[in-house]
Nanobody, 117 residues
Framework: QVQLVESGGGLVQAGGSLRLSCAAS????????MGWYRQAPGKQRELVAT???????NYATSVKGRFTISRDNAKRTVYLQMNSLKPEDTAVYYC???????????WGQGTQVTVSS
């Protein structure tokens, strides 16, 4: 079984920064793509950013230039540095991880990010 533990959410003023972390534990084996998604009230969950095991990244247009995704493979952890935050970034942010040894997809429990204007 694989567990994902997220941290780093909170309340911040517009223009501020937050850093999210998501650590995988348990029988992960080889980890593939890791990513962050978010879901605002009344909206569907959407992709924020992903990063492959080799470091290739992909971002939603709305966060390009403001958010940076990174990972530490030795720590089995993915990060999301969020700068220049806007009220429309307010959402629950979820970590998603794919495992390769036993192919599966896992989601974290979510962490709330609230940006005040």
């Amino acid at each position: 079984q694989v567990q994902l533990v997220e941290s780093g959410g909170g309340l911040v003023q517009a223009g501020g920064s937050l850093r999210l972390s998501c650590a995988a534990s348990g029988s992960t084996g080889s980890i593939g793509v890791m990513g962050w998604y978010r879901q605002a009230p009344g909206k569907q969950r959407e992709l924020v950013a992903t990063i492959s095991s080799g470091g290739s990244t992909n971002y939603a247009t709305s966060v390009k230039g403001r958010f940076t995704i990174s990972r530490d493979n030795a720590k089995r952890t993915v990060y999301l540095q969020m700068n220049s935050l806007k009220p429309e970034d307010t959402a629950v942010y979820y970590c998603k991880t794919t495992t390769l040894t036993l192919p599966a997809v896992y989601w974290g429990q979510g962490t709330q990010v609230t940006v005040s204007s």
